[in-house]
C-alpha cells in the first residue's frame, strides 16, 4: 500500500469494519485523514467506527465535518441521518 494514498488507509479501514475490528478501523481513518484532509468519506467511516464504540462526541464531531466538507446529498444525508440517532439536530 502506497503509504500516502489516504483512500488506501480508508479502504483498509472499512474492511476492518466489517470484521468489527474498530480500533484497527479507527486507526486507518486517521491515517487517511491525516493524508487527505478535506477527505469526507474518511470522517463518516471513521465516525461509524466511533459510534460502534459507543465513543458519541467523536462520532458526532465527525459526522458535522462530513456536512461542511461534502456536497454529496447520498453522503450528507447518511451522516444527518445518523446526526439525528444521536439527538443532533
Known sequence: ???????AYNNRGLVYQSLSDYD?????GDKAILLQPDFALAYY??????????????????????????????????????LTELGVK
Open 1 to 7: 500500500m502506497k503509504p500516502d494514498f489516504g483512500q
Open 24 to 28: 484497527k478501523a479507527i486507526e486507518d
Open 45 to 82: 467511516f471513521r465516525g461509524v467506527g466511533y459510534y460502534s464504540q459507543l465513543e458519541l462526541d467523536k462520532a458526532i464531531a465527525d459526522f458535522q465535518i462530513v456536512l461542511e466538507l461534502n456536497n454529496d446529498p447520498a453522503l450528507q444525508q447518511e451522516a444527518r441521518v445518523l
